[in-house]
């Protein structure tokens, strides 16, 4: 059994769901030398999330954050107030997603459905970069 683990910083992006599963793949060239594995990707921050989901049409993207902008509204009477409106209804939004994943390694490739993609969850009109520690275990290639 191998372990492989790297960070990776992404660039601020607007507020919605962002299809990452390229740049997380191009961070671990390694993945092709894996027969099996899993993959565990967490996010460091509690105003974004990731989640797995349809990476095909755009709309289901737009679609989820909007649902979640309707099932989270800013204006529900929060207590933590002091980071600006958009930052409670983020904890609670990150809250729900989750800071994690774990994608099966399969004969080098993640182990995604045909319509899947990793997605990171931006929940801040104005946040900064977002920082991912990719961790990658299994059985490399004979």
């Known amino acids: 059994m191998e372990w492989l683990q790297r960070g990776i910083q992404l660039p601020a992006v607007?507020?919605?769901?962002?299809?990452?599963?390229?740049?997380?793949?191009?961070?671990?060239?390694?993945?092709?030398?894996f027969s099996v594995g899993m993959l565990n990707v967490f996010i460091q921050h509690t105003s974004a999330s990731l989640t797995v989901n349809e990476g095909a049409d755009p709309d289901v993207p737009a679609d989820l954050d909007a649902f979640f902008d309707h099932?989270?509204?800013?204006?529900?009477?929060?207590?933590?107030?002091i980071e600006?409106?958009?930052?409670?209804?983020?904890?609670?939004?990150?809250?729900?997603?989750?800071?994690s994943i774990n994608i099966p390694v399969q004969d080098g490739r993640?182990?995604?459905?045909?319509?899947?993609?990793?997605?990171?969850?931006e929940h801040r009109r104005r946040a900064s970069g977002r920082?991912?520690?990719?961790?990658?275990?299994?059985?490399r290639r004979p």
């Open 14 to 33: 607007a507020k919605g769901l962002h299809l990452i599963t390229r740049q997380i793949c191009d961070a671990l060239p390694e993945l092709a030398d």
């Open 71 to 81: 099932l989270v509204p800013e204006s529900y009477p929060y207590r933590h107030t």
């Open 84 to 99: 600006g409106p958009d930052d409670m209804p983020a904890h609670a939004k990150a809250a729900v997603f989750g800071c």
């Open 110 to 121: 993640l182990a995604l459905g045909t319509w899947q993609g990793i997605f990171l969850c």
């Open 131 to 139: 920082y991912l520690v990719l961790t990658l275990w299994g059985h």
